[in-house]
């Protein structure tokens, strides 16, 4: 159930949407360990967003899972999901913050029960 939440205050369109969406999906279940089918990635483009006091382009991430995440793998992550804003959106990694939460297994829902 590994999730990414990502906002950027860059507007984007439906084929960069879909070429994050998949690269994103492809990062965390790699990353992470855990199988794509289980993997979801939201993408919020076009967030107002001041960082370091300047609209200049940025993003802010969330990384949710049930296990999986610890120092070397969230590193790993946030150069990855760096790469792929530096990529996709031109956003540099000094604009960028992520936030990894390890969440308990009751404290996820799925399939109308919880983990």
């Given at each position: 159930?590994?999730?990414?939440?990502?906002?950027?205050?860059i507007p984007v369109d439906a084929v960069t949407t879909s070429d994050?969406?998949?690269?994103?999906?492809?990062?965390?279940?790699?990353?992470?360990?855990?199988?794509?089918?289980?993997?979801m990635v939201v993408l919020h483009g076009g967030v107002p967003i001041?960082?370091?006091?300047?609209?200049?382009?940025?993003?802010?991430?969330?990384?949710?899972?049930?296990?999986?995440?610890?120092?070397?793998?969230?590193?790993?992550?946030?150069?990855?999901?760096?790469?792929?804003?530096?990529?996709?959106?031109?956003?540099?990694?000094?604009?960028?913050?992520?936030?990894?939460?390890?969440?308990?297994?009751?404290?996820?829902?799925?399939?109308?029960?919880?983990?």
């Open positions: 159930m590994p999730t990414l939440n990502l906002h950027t205050n994050i969406l998949k690269d994103a999906t492809k990062a965390l279940s790699k990353i992470i360990g855990k199988p794509e089918s289980y993997v001041v960082f370091a006091g300047t609209e200049a382009p940025a993003a802010f991430a969330e990384v949710i899972s049930i296990g999986g995440l610890g120092q070397s793998v969230n590193a790993k992550l946030s150069s990855t999901i760096a790469d792929i804003l530096q990529t996709k959106l031109s956003i540099d990694s000094s604009r960028f913050y992520i936030k990894f939460f390890d969440s308990p297994r009751p404290f996820f829902g799925f399939n109308g029960t919880t983990f």
